[in-house]
């Protein structure tokens, strides 16, 4: 059983910057698209940005140039690096991953599925 656990998340100025982790156990992700989620109160999930096994990245457009998705494979970690953060990237952060070819060719979007998700991790950005 895949177990992915969040950490990074806190309290930061807009402007400022956080870096988040997802430490996953169980098994190696290495051929598993892996995924950044949030939601904010009273908000839909949304996607944030997405890693294929292959190597290609996926970002929404309301977070490109601000955020930077990368894993490391030997430690079977996903990573979010986040700058210049605004008060509209506050939101619990959750990361996800999928091993299905389907997920793989569309990682982001409310279509995109995936089967392991972690408890998420709380980023609040304030003024």
């Known amino acids: 059983q895949v177990q992915l656990v969040e950490s990074g998340g806190g309290l930061v100025q807009a402007g400022g910057s956080l870096r988040l982790s997802c430490a996953a156990s169980g098994r190696s992700l290495s051929s598993y698209t892996m995924a950044w989620f949030r939601q904010a109160p009273g908000k839909d999930r949304e996607s944030v940005a997405a890693?294929?096994?292959?190597?290609?990245?996926y970002y929404a457009d309301s977070v490109k140039g601000r955020f930077t998705i990368s894993r490391d494979y030997a430690k079977n970690t996903l990573y979010l690096q986040m700058n210049n953060l605004k008060l509209e990237d506050t939101a619990v952060y959750y990361c996800?991953?999928?091993?299905?070819?389907?997920?793989?060719?569309?990682?982001?979007?409310?279509?995109?599925?995936?089967?392991?998700w972690g408890q998420g991790t709380q980023v609040t950005v304030s003024s």
């Open positions: 996800a991953a999928d091993g299905s070819s389907a997920t793989r060719v569309r990682p982001m979007g409310p279509s995109a599925k995936y089967d392991y």
């Open positions: 890693v294929t096994w292959t190597g290609n990245i």
